[in-house]
């Protein structure tokens, strides 16, 4: 997340021997680690179209870092600018970030050796994972929702649903998403899922009842792939992006 690219922050991973990946932030300085001159970003970038350099961020520690960019095409480009126009909240992009929006930019502790531009951005889109596990506790299943109790009640309460959750997304999703993928060829979204679930029209028990039926593909499990898949579309979904990074990792 951009909102955490803070060079102590940076360093702070460098220090415990933990790598972490970033999108650029515009008006991130970067420094060149041997002459400490200020990186002109924008120029190096129109000069030599793709990037895989050594720099410095502007703190006291100097924390050294990997920048890498890649351009994308046209059509992307576009769609950043216009989604980067249409959230000015009073205040117009400049021109030079528009013109930046032209490739994409990240910043990352981990070592060209280790991780190639593709590998570093295919591990980076795997973040949203995290988002829409919470997205789907929270506004699908109303997690957040809680009447007013005493601390242990609280506690108790918390403990349950964080159990019945994960046990809900490592065992039965999981299984759930493998049977229909293997069944029909659709993937399952786990938005749609957890929100057929919170509209009353399944439980997770019930999925794991239907799953001990396989490999036929029964009733439930058919309404699943039917109302509770991705939709067809030119991009990755994540189940894609995810076994296409498991067998990168295999291979590599």
Known sequence: DRGYLLAAEIQRHLDVGADCIYRHKFGTIYLDPETGELVDLPGILRQRGAIDMDVCLNNPSRTPVRLVAAPVDEETANLRRMRAKSDTKGHA???????????????TTIPRERASFRQLLDTYALRWRIETVFKAWKSELRMHRIHNVSANQLRALLIARMTVLADGMRDVFHRAREAIHKLCQKDLSMIKTFRYIAAGRTTIAEISQALGQRPQLNGLLERLARYCTYDRRRRENFNEKWDRWIEASALG
Do not use: A
């Open 93 to 107: 992009p400049s021109k030079e970030l528009l013109d930046l929006m032209s490739w994409t930019i990240l910043l």
